[in-house]
């Protein structure tokens, strides 16, 4: 589970790099329109980092709750009932 959260994180870390690099060019045409499009992707780009900082604190409490249950289970996590 930590794993496919980490692996979901490098993803989206990427995504926001390479999306950064396409959308920092200005298009020639449609001028009027591009105040719109930058509204956009900046409101893309935000949620892309609050996406990753949901994440990563999925892992965090992924953790502690995995290190709380090895320590009471005396090495074994079971399911819940």
Known sequence: ???LNLLTIGMDILWVLVMKSVWAGKPAKNV???KF???IRGVTMFLSYV???IKVGA??????IFRGAKSTN???VT???
Request: net charge negative; proline share 0%; no cysteine.
């Open 51 to 53: 996406n990753i900082l």
């Open 74 to 76: 005396s090495g074994s």
């Open 32 to 34: 009027q329109d591009w």
């Open 59 to 64: 892992i965090v409490l992924l953790a502690i």
């Open 1 to 3: 589970m930590i794993l």
């Open 37 to 39: 499009f930058d509204n």
């Open 79 to 81: 399911t819940m009932k």
